[in-house]
Every structure is written in structure tokens, then in C-alpha cells.
């Protein structure tokens, strides 16, 4: 017999408490709002990583006490979450206590060597986004910077308004 009771149990329980942990992160989330698996900060990478691993952890559980302790800490991570885009919103002091800086890593078709240096980017990282951004040339690019989540946005173009920028720390 290739399935006895106890395997039998153990594929059940699995795809139950799977189940349940899915249905209780997408009650969360309608809870909480759109915002609750954006990559707008570091946090919110933070965020998403830990639920991750709270379900794939949760659907392991072996017995209901650890299950249950598994959904309080995902509640308990939106809502530190809730308060802490909230208290952002309202106190810019809180927000740059919590915000990385963006950082510009390219101007007006130059690339400026010492911000990769300062943010560990290698040169070959940087052709690679501009290679996605579709640009064809360095004096297409207007600005490059890595942002707060540590993506790179690319902007190109003919023109380029400085408030697209603001916030971004320019070393040059």
C-alpha cells in the first residue's frame, strides 16, 4: 500500500491548514488595504518575506496551538504594518527614521562612479537596467537611481522635471 493513514493525514492536514492560512492572509489583506504587499519600502519587503514564511510555516504545523500562534503573528505583522504607514504618513521625522535615501546614480548621461561605489551597484548591474529600459544610447538617460526597495528606475528621455527627483540624494 503506497498511502497509509498516517501519510494520509499528514497530506490532508497540510493542504487544510494551507487552506485556512491562504483564506485568513487574503482577509488580512482586504483588512489592511492594496498596500499590504506593495514594495514601497524596505518594510514592506520585510512584510511580504515574513507572511511568506509564516504560511509556508503555519501549513507545517503540527497540531492547532502552533497553527493558531502562526495567524497571530501574520495579524500581528499587518498590523504593525497599518500603524507604521500610518505614523509615516503623519510625521515625516518617523518617515526618515524608516526611509532609506534614493540615490542617484546617474545624471544626464553620466554615470557618477563614486554613488556606485557608496551603494555597492556594480557598473555591469546599472548597463543591465539600462539595457532593460530599452536605452540606446548614455545621452538618452536623464537620471538613474536606486530607490528605497533597491530597485532602479531608469528615466529617459528628452526632458526630465527635477520633481521627479526629489528626495533622491545627489552626491554629486
Not at 494551507?18 to 519587503?45: C, H, P
Not at 526597495?149 to 522635471?161: F, R
Request: aromatic share 8%.
Amino acid at each position: 500500500m503506497f498511502i497509509d493513514h498516517h501519510t494520509l493525514d499528514l497530506i490532508l492536514r497540510g493542504l487544510l491548514l494551507t487552506f485556512f492560512g491562504m483564506t485568513w492572509v487574503v482577509l488580512l489583506v482586504r483588512l489592511n488595504g492594496l498596500r499590504s504587499f506593495s514594495k514601497m519600502t524596505n518594510f514592506d519587503f520585510v512584510m511580504t518575506v515574513a507572511v511568506g514564511s509564516l504560511l509556508a510555516g503555519g501549513s507545517q504545523s503540527a497540531n492547532w496551538g502552533e497553527f493558531i500562534q502562526t495567524l497571530s503573528g501574520m495579524a500581528a505583522l499587518f498590523g504593525v504594518q497599518y500603524i507604521t504607514a500610518r505614523l509615516r504618513k503623519a510625521s515625516g521625522t518617523f518617515e526618515a527614521i524608516l526611509q532609506n535615501e534614493p540615490v542617484i546614480l546617474m545624471r544626464d548621461g553620466k554615470i557618477i562612479e563614486h554613488a556606485l561605489e557608496e551603494t555597492r551597484v556594480a557598473r555591469s548591474d546599472l548597463i543591465a537596467k539600462l539595457r532593460e529600459a530599452n536605452v540606446l544610447d548614455f545621452s538618452q538617460v536623464r537620471a538613474v537611481v536606486l530607490e528605497t526597495t533597491g530597485d532602479i528606475s531608469v528615466l529617459h528621455g528628452e526632458a526630465l522635471s527635477d520633481s521627479l527627483l526629489q528626495g533622491a540624494k545627489n552626491p554629486l
